[in-house]
């Protein structure tokens, strides 16, 4: 058999998501090689986090005009100049992976590496036939849209999130598998653009990991707006004269679904699978994430594991939070920090937004867990007045006993803002009463539909 010889490093990193970020000045004497199959700068920056936001954005300018109407205001969208705004958005992000890549290569102790990296060993990374080693090795390789097993999607244009958003032309009719933030984003965005739109999902409501209120208004909102196909199975995809047709099942009767374009949004898979982990001894959970530590470490002394590879909340804050621990930990391994990720929040910028944090009315339930509720509407405070909004709502879910706040859920405008004080609260430890009493209150502001929310409790 042929020897390799490998080049050696102090730190490999494999990804530029949030990997990139683990360069801080204490690393500036250590040798790193940083490995980068993709892009430079990861799943947010180029299809994820920071272009969807900025079309969401664009839609909810759109939403906003033609919603004027009940303010007294004509108004009317004459024209959406799709390749503008794409041209805007990309025009934007497209410069930075470049810039980004260059400044790493001018640095004295870094290499960047453009392939794939897989291990062949334990602490050996094979990159366009080159082997590197070092003593430690993170893996920051992210995920990617999971690809259903349906007959035909082989052999069908569908699109994912890595693509749907430099799409030539905005669909006449765009068909949707999936419910979760990136379908219901989506929907959002190519319904503000012009398209219909047709959203397939297996089970009976949308957003089904969000509290149980919260998912079944979005629920009765998303379907006002857009055919949304509940308890529905997808048998077949086929395409012929640049039309996708989806054969489902719905309650027992079949139907055949006709659009333009095909959006595949059924979740994300972890990359660990593509390096050859197992050469590496690297361990991985049932569902194909890698297991760590609450240091971020693998079960291979030396090998760390961060973000989306790791972590199914696949959540680039989530991801920041680790990697700053990750690279405090490599340079003080006497005096390690773990992540300290809890409470964990998210959002999701669909029209209406969402925002969440803790735990729901369901799983507290299923726990067998002593809660009380407290629900307080847009409708019922001065601003939400102001806004005419009657559709949405705070909810609020808190221990009886310690006072303290055990998970929060918003449905409507600005609830990923108007969610983070409920988050310091409780991370900081105080009580429900502390956070509504202990605190003024600007009149007439939206927070007050967060301070009666805590009122109630």
Same mark, same amino acid.
């Given at each position: ?5 490998s080049?050696?490093f102090?730190?490999?990193?494999i ?13 500036d004497?250590?040798r790193?090689?940083i ?5 430079f ?9 920071i272009p969807t936001?900025?079309l969401v954005?664009t839609?909810?300018?759109v ?8 303010f007294g ?5 004459n024209?959406?100049?799709w390749p503008?705004?794409v ?10 992976p470049?810039?980004?890549k ?5 640095l004295?102790?870094v ?13 050996v990374?094979e990159?366009?036939?080159?082997q590197?080693t070092?003593?430690h090795?993170v893996?920051?390789a992210g995920?990617r849209?999971?690809l ?6 082989d ?8 693509t749907?958003?430099?799409i030539?032309s905005v ?8 419910g979760?933030?990136?379908a ?5 965005v ?10 397939i999902?297996?089970s009976?409501?949308?957003?089904a ?6 998912s ?5 909102l998303?379907s006002?707006r ?9 048998g077949r995809?086929d395409?012929?004269n640049?039309?996708?047709t989806v054969?489902?099942k ?11 374009a095909l ?6 898979t972890p990359?660990g699978?593509?390096?050859d ?10 569902d194909?994430?890698?297991i ?8 291979v002394?030396?090998v760390?594991?961060l973000g989306d590879?790791t ?7 989530? =991801? ?5 621990? *990750? #690279? ?5 391994p +006497? &005096?390690m920090?773990?992540?300290d !990720? ?10 209406p937004?969402?925002?969440?944090v803790?735990e729901t009315?369901q799983s507290?339930r299923?726990?067998?867990?002593p809660?009380?509720? =407290?629900?307080q509407?847009?409708?019922? *405070? #001065?601003?939400g007045w102001a806004?005419e +909004? &009657?559709?949405?709502?705070?909810? !609020? ?6 006072r303290?706040?055990?998970?929060a859920?918003?449905?409507g405008p ?14 900081f430890g105080q009580?429900?009463d502390?956070?509504a009493?202990e605190?003024?209150?600007i ?6 539909l967060?301070?009666?929310?805590l009122?109630?409790?």
């Amino acid at each position: 058999m042929q020897q390799h010889s490998s080049t050696e490093f102090d730190v490999i990193i494999i990804g530029t998501g949030s990997g990139n970020s683990l360069l801080t000045p204490e690393w500036d004497n250590l040798r790193v090689a940083i490995v980068e199959k993709d892009v430079f700068g990861g799943t947010c920056l180029n299809r994820g986090c920071i272009p969807t936001k900025m079309l969401v954005y664009t839609a909810d300018v759109v939403s906003h005009i033609q919603n004027a109407s009940k303010f007294g205001i004509d108004a009317t969208v004459n024209q959406v100049r799709w390749p503008d705004i794409v041209n805007r958005v990309f025009g934007r992000i497209d410069s930075i992976p470049p810039s980004g890549k260059a400044y790493r290569e001018s640095l004295d102790n870094v290499r960047v590496f453009t392939g794939e990296g897989t291990f062949v060993a334990p602490k050996v990374i094979e990159v366009n036939g080159e082997q590197i080693t070092a003593k430690h090795i993170v893996v920051a390789a992210g995920a990617r849209p999971t690809l259903p097993h349906i007959d035909g999607l082989d052999a069908v244009d569908f699109h994912t999130s890595d693509t749907i958003m430099r799409i030539e032309s905005v669909p006449e009719h765009l068909i949707i598998f999936g419910g979760g933030y990136i379908a219901t984003e989506m929907a959002h965005v190519f319904a503000a653009m012009g398209s219909r739109i047709t959203m397939i999902i297996r089970s009976g409501r949308l957003l089904a990991r969000e509290d149980e209120a919260v998912s079944e208004r979005f629920t009765e909102l998303y379907s006002k707006r857009f055919d949304v196909r509940t308890h529905t199975h997808i048998g077949r995809v086929d395409q012929a004269n640049g039309e996708i047709t989806v054969k489902v099942k719905t309650d027992g009767h079949t139907h055949h679904i006709t659009g333009d374009a095909l959006l595949v949004a059924i979740g994300r898979t972890p990359n660990g699978d593509l390096m050859d982990l197992g050469s590496a001894g690297v361990e991985l959970d049932e569902d194909g994430f890698i297991i760590t530590d609450e240091y971020l470490r693998t079960n291979v002394p030396g090998v760390w594991a961060l973000g989306d590879v790791t972590n199914p909340n696949q959540l680039k804050h989530v =991801a920041n939070a680790e990697c700053r621990a *990750v #690279a405090h930990n490599i340079i003080h391994p +006497d &005096t390690m920090r773990t992540a300290d !990720l809890w409470p964990i929040p998210h959002a999701v910028f669909a029209d209406p937004q969402v925002a969440s944090v803790g735990e729901t009315e369901q799983s507290l339930r299923a726990a067998g867990l002593p809660y009380i509720t =407290a629900v307080q509407r847009y409708a019922d *405070v #001065a601003y939400g007045w102001a806004m005419e +909004d &009657t559709d949405h709502f705070c909810k !609020l879910i808190a221990d009886p006993n310690t006072r303290q706040l055990l998970g929060a859920h918003i449905i409507g405008p600005q609830s990923s803002i108007l969610i983070q004080q409920l988050i310091q609260g409780m991370k900081f430890g105080q009580t429900v009463d502390q956070m509504a009493r202990e605190q003024i209150y600007i009149h007439p502001a939206l927070t007050e539909l967060v301070e009666n929310a805590l009122l109630q409790l």
